[in-house]
């Protein structure tokens, strides 16, 4: 359940500063237009002189969403190490 959750507030993240990235880097592109087709499909729907300034804006909103998952794994191994082991006995 702790990957859903984790899943569900990257793409939150993501959105949010994409949306942000974009706002700066490319004014003159309504950020709505970028994140519907996806990031596989707006090179054909937007025009190329804007396109450097989208690739530059998921890039940036991707270094934030590799630390928050970086922040996760380190918070996971810290609560790996000090969990206390109990031993499982399975009775057949």
Known sequence: MGGAYSISAAQSIFTN???????????DIDPMAVIGPGATQFRGTM???AIS????????????????????????????????????HIRL
């Open 47 to 49: 025009p190329s002189t």
């Open 53 to 88: 300034g989208i690739v530059l804006s998921y890039m940036q909103s991707l270094h934030i969403v590799f630390a928050f998952a970086i922040a996760l794994a380190g918070i996971s191994t810290i609560v790996g190490i000090f969990a206390k082991w109990k031993t499982i």
């Open 17 to 27: 500063k994409l949306i942000r990235h974009l706002r700066l880097n490319v004014p």
